[in-house]
């Protein structure tokens, strides 16, 4: 996607069905879903656990690898 200079979600939005199609085969049609909210996957809210995370959010950006 780089290549094509997709980068983020808004990016791929930004492209149609065809071009989709045309760079990414039958997946093309999975990413226009996608970023469309328009999968057909359903919402389990009482299924089994399989991990657990957690998350820091830091107010910038972080790229010095020591502060990671």
């Known amino acids: 996607m780089h290549v094509l200079r997709i980068e983020t979600g808004s990016d791929l939005r930004r492209q149609t069905l065809d071009f989709l199609r045309h760079h990414f085969g039958e997946s093309g049609d999975w990413y226009y879903e996608l970023v469309r909210d328009q999968d057909e996957w359903s919402v389990l809210p009482d299924r089994e656990r399989k991990s657990a995370g957690s998350e820091t959010t830091f107010p910038?950006?972080?790229?010095?690898?020591?502060?990671?």
């Open 60 to 68: 910038e950006d972080l790229t010095d690898p020591g502060r990671i």
